[in-house]
């Protein structure tokens, strides 16, 4: 049976000048590109500006789309609040649990604008993004994104502007 054994490495910044001398290598770089290799390629390097507009994008859909729910869950509740003033001042029975059971939707702005906020102060003109952030900042799927597009889709009609990006989110399991 083979031993194994840690790999161990002394470095030096002559070795560093040599291979740059001889290979026109830069170590930094060439580590780097290992690393990521070693890794399964978790991390990508993108242009910033391209991730920037990708998230701005992003961050105005997900808002358009609380809004609309927002707009209507108002009229919802108008309404279940109507009816039950309506049943309190004539004597009927009313249920206030129907008023509590109302879910308001869910806003997320504020994770979309610390991320933006985050990479316009970034001084690199690339950014490396794990799978997490790209999975987020690219393919806007966050950890709340099914709780999120459920609690809107009880209040956004077919005909709104990504309802079926809401939908896939909330059937996702």
């Not at 609380?66 to 309506?86: N, P």
Request: aromatic letters at 8%; proline letters at 1%.
């Amino acid at each position: 049976m083979a031993r194994v054994r840690k790999l161990k490495a002394r470095w030096r910044e002559e070795v560093d000048q040599d291979i740059q001398a001889f290979h026109s290598l830069d170590s930094e770089v060439e580590i780097e590109a290992l690393t990521q290799a070693i890794n399964g390629m978790k991390q990508v390097r993108v242009d910033k500006a391209k991730l920037l507009a990708i998230l701005k994008k992003n961050r105005e859909d997900h808002r358009g789309i609380f809004l609309a729910a927002q707009k209507q869950f108002r009229m919802v509740a108008i309404k279940a609040l109507d009816a039950q003033l309506k049943a309190a001042r004539t004597g009927r029975p009313f249920e206030l649990v129907r008023l509590s059971a109302l879910e308001a939707p869910q806003d997320h702005t504020a994770d979309y604008d610390r991320s933006i906020q985050m990479l316009e102060m970034a001084v690199d003109k690339e950014i490396l993004v794990d799978e997490r952030e790209f999975q987020n900042y690219v393919q806007d799927i966050w950890n709340w994104s099914r709780d999120w597009a459920v609690s809107n889709m009880r209040y956004v009609s077919k005909n709104t502007r990504g309802y079926g990006k809401l939908a896939a989110l909330a059937n996702d399991a």
